[in-house]
């Protein structure tokens, strides 16, 4: 008799994203001719850019001739795209990553998800709450938490992120092996600076732990001095593996190219306490299991690095942040309490008269047409918020923001 997994029986019945979509599918049958604005998850509207489209036309070109033709390439990426980001995304900006760091995926929340297989089942894992719920469900589903109680996994260590502590944890009094942190923040659109990841930094080095570090907004922020890689910090390459993704930065989310960097001093033990290096691990896991993003993606995901594709590329997201700025400041003339929205895509809001923010979530869905997530949809620290995400069209978020003011 072949039994299932049973660690899946523990998560809940939907993962958010697919769970609002079911909710709004549902609304919108109900309602034929409404028009609805999708503000929930963050998913871009905005086409590809002519550099990043004519180098993703010449890749499918390259495939089509015999003498220009590629079967399977590097599982790691082509040197291409690793050799590009590794001098644009750190070496101009002084940071010490190569090309051998970085691994080249389709997507962050494979690589966030996966990245646990390479590390002990007894190992601690902390996030913060709220969360991007990849990484707890992840872990439920490799089996290493309890049941589900009250909003928590046991066996997970939650570190809550509320308005008090900027929506920044405080370090673990239990000590975790693995810790995920996500700035620019999904959900809250929080930053850390490098004083705060300093701290995090030198807590993962005394403790043996590592930090999972999601970069995948760091393209969004517009404050100087707020860092864009954990690598800024002094010491993070002994203790931090960096996820980063084309999806937000470039538009990619059906095209789908990410990467991740693991750094050769970044250390883990065996049973008996020996140091080993991580690098050869994930590498081993992704040449086994993955068979590498194809050439004409990894081509057009180049192209974001063109002189003509930085600018392209910037356009859009100044785009999406002034779609930001539009939403934090009428929601603010709208009376709600209001987080992030300046160097990440999310607005962060209090909902109204404290409703819960499902309650909300069907409120401005049926009396105002527009989608966002509930806060409480990333865990119960999230209750009582709700995000808005900046990836609409410039029109329907100005309509969206007329129909919340209009709301009773
Ligand atoms: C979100 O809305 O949180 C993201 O779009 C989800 C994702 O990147 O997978």
Known sequence: MVRINEHYLKLQAGYLFPEIGRRVNQYISANPGKNVIKMGIGDVTLPLVPAVVKAFHEGVDEMAKAETF???GPEQGYAFLREAIAK??????GIDISADDIFISDGSK?????????????NKIAICDPVYPVYADTTVMAGKTGRYNSGHFEGIIYMPC??????????PKEIPDLIFLCYPNNPTGAVASKEELKKWVDYATKNKSIILYDAAYEA???ENDVPHSIYEIEGARQVAIEFRSFSKTAGFTGTRCAFTVVPEELKAYDPEGKA????????????????????????????????????E?????????????????????AGYEVFGGVNAPYIWARTMNGMSSWDFFDKLLNEANVVGTPGSGFGPAGEGYFRFSAFAGRENTIEAMERIKRLK
């Open 70 to 72: 590629k079967g399977y």
């Open 88 to 93: 644009n995304d750190y070496k101009d900006k």
């Open 110 to 122: 494979c690589d966030t998800g996966n990245i646990q297989e390479i590390f002990g089942h007894d």
């Open 162 to 171: 509320t308005k008090e502590n900027s929506f920044i944890p405080e370090l």
């Open 220 to 222: 969004f922020i517009t």
């Open 276 to 311: 080993l290096s991580v690098k050869p691990l994930w590498n081993r896991r992704h040449t086994t299991k993955f068979n590498g993003v194809s050439y004409p993606v990894q081509k057009a995901a180049a192209a974001v690095y063109s002189e003509e594709g930085k600018k």
């Open 313 to 333: 590329v910037s356009e859009v997201i100044a785009y999406y942040m002034e779609n930001a700025r539009i939403m934090k400041e009428s929601l603010t003339r």
